[in-house]
């Protein structure tokens, strides 16, 4: 499901900046584009599992790489939406909302995080990264919509917080990609 959800997330981003002509939704287009993509890398190894077990090693490696180039992508974002001041403000409740949705998949990557730490399989493992990825996205993205929705903060402190937060976040995701590369190099040779 959060496969389907986020490529057709990526395609409202797509369509949006060809019709905005944005680098800001082209961007987001790409960044869910990857996020798909990594999970529909993980759905066909795990359809095709059977047939060959070496193949979660390579599933791994893709998506470690995926994951970096995430990073990278997820980068470009925030500069976008930092430079050109995009940012959405909410109503209290919709805010809320989308507080309560994050805190969710926070606590869900956590209770995954805990429950299968000493499974050694690799899909999990990859599943697990690429969840941790979306949470760091969305509490960035929650952050920032939290500062224009109830900032009483001036902006440089609230541009200062965003640079921090983005960087902390695209570096996390980027140190997620690596980690799995070398995991999948280690255990897949």
Not at 155 to 176: D, R
Request: net charge positive.
């Amino acid at each position: 499901m959060g496969f389907v959800i986020n490529l057709l997330y990526a395609l409202y981003h797509g369509v949006l900046g060809i019709g905005d002509r944005s680098m800001w939704f082209f961007s987001m287009c790409a960044y869910y584009t990857i996020l798909s993509t990594t999970r529909f890398c993980v759905i066909l190894c795990d359809r095709k599992n059977d047939q060959a077990p070496e193949m979660e090693y390579f599933v791994m490696r893709l998506v470690g790489g995926l994951l970096a180039a995430l990073g990278l992508v997820l980068s470009g974002v925030i500069y976008i939406s930092l430079s050109e001041n995009i940012a959405s403000r909410h109503g209290t409740i919709v805010m809320i909302t989308i507080a309560t949705y994050t805190f969710y998949k926070i606590t869900m990557a956590i209770i995954r995080a805990v429950r299968y730490r000493r499974d050694p399989s690799p899909l999990l493992a990859v599943i697990r990264y690429v969840g941790y990825a979306d949470v760091a996205a969305s509490v960035f993205t929650m952050q920032r919509s939290m500062l224009v929705t109830f900032g009483e903060e001036s902006e440089s402190g609230a541009l200062i917080l965003n640079v921090l937060t983005g960087t902390a976040v695209c570096l996390f995701i980027w140190f997620l990609g690596h980690s799995l590369l070398a995991k999948g190099k280690r255990k897949g040779n």
